[in-house]
């Protein structure tokens, strides 16, 4: 496959998840995170409290929901990722932003 690939999950979200859920995280799982690496640039989108919705699908509440982003961005940063944060704005002018950023690359 020719160009980008954007992956929505990955091992180091496994990881984060365990973390955050006070789980121990297997040795593999981080020698795993450590030897596939991806593109050194990550996307992560903040917790944005004015799109924030709880659903049938969407189980977390507004604390968890903050947690999790932060051990995110703190699972991803301490495995040597460089975080993007996307911007609040739209769909589209987010997706214009992960295009510039991509090609820029």
């Known amino acids: 496959m020719a160009g980008p690939v954007l992956m929505d999950r990955s091992i180091l979200d496994v990881i984060g998840y365990l973390s955050l859920c006070g789980l121990p995280i297997p040795g593999y799982a981080e020698r795993a995170a450590r030897l596939f690496r991806y593109n050194r640039r990550v996307f992560i989108a903040p917790f944005w409290d ?17 947690a999790t982003y932060r051990t995110m961005a703190e699972t991803y940063s301490r495995l040597g990722y460089d975080l993007v944060h996307l911007p609040l704005v739209s769909i589209e002018e987010r997706a214009l932003f992960v295009l510039e950023h991509i090609g820029n690359q």
């Open 50 to 66: 004015a799109i924030f919705s709880q659903d049938d699908e969407r189980k977390q509440d507004k604390g968890e929901a903050e």
